[in-house]
């Protein structure tokens, strides 16, 4: 990043030599950068698990067949929970939701298959909107936790909260159905392949 900066000012210096004016921008893209990373105390790793069971309605201890060690690594908008070394489930803005890397939660959720037309805007962020949707698999509430998925690899691109139930989302023509959590590529994904 710093050495991008160095060669924007270089090639700026130069052409203030030859009197043309231009404009340099730059794109940060490690904005992912950890904070903060630490072991919680006991009472706060409790309390950790317990919201994870009551949110997700997963058993963490279960999956792992003993007591995983869990560590908490901070970002500057998110908090991404390592179970075991593997960074399991993120928190932004007050939400638990899985990580990608989540296999074995992700593998029960609904999916919704996406035309390879939307699977850009999903990977930038955006949210899922009717007409990209191809097809819906399974049945959920409004609120509920999907897997977005990419309609010719069948790859997971994001988890999203669904806006409307499964009936609604399987009849609507237009207008936001999912909102988009945790897609590949952003912060959260990024800071977890650096852990």
């Known amino acids: 990043m ?66 995983p060690r869990v560590e908490i690594v901070e970002t500057a908008k998110h908090r991404i929970f390592v179970f075991d070394d593997c960074p399991l489930i993120a928190e932004s803005e007050g939400q638990l939701f899985p990580t990608l890397l989540f296999e074995e939660y992700l593998s029960d959720l609904p999916k919704i298959v996406v035309d390879m037309g939307a699977v850009p805007h999903v990977c930038n962020g955006a949210n899922v909107m009717a007409p990209g949707i191809v097809k819906i698999q399974g049945t959920f509430a409004a609120g509920s936790l999907v897997l977005v998925l990419d309609e010719r690899n069948q790859k997971a691109l994001a988890v999203a909260q669904a806006l409307v139930d499964s009936e609604m989302a399987k009849t609507s023509k237009k207008g936001k159905l999912f909102r988009n959590l945790h897609y590949v590529s952003d912060d959260v994904w990024n800071a977890a392949k650096e852990l």
């Open 2 to 67: 710093f050495s991008t900066f160095l060669a924007g000012l270089l090639m700026l210096s130069s052409c203030m030599k030859d009197r043309k004016f231009i404009c340099v921008t730059f794109r940060f893209t490690h904005m992912h950068r950890i904070v903060r990373r630490y072991f919680p105390r006991r009472k706060e790793k409790k309390l950790l698990l317990e919201n994870i069971s009551r949110i997700l309605g997963i058993n963490v201890e279960d999956m792992f067949k003993s007591r």
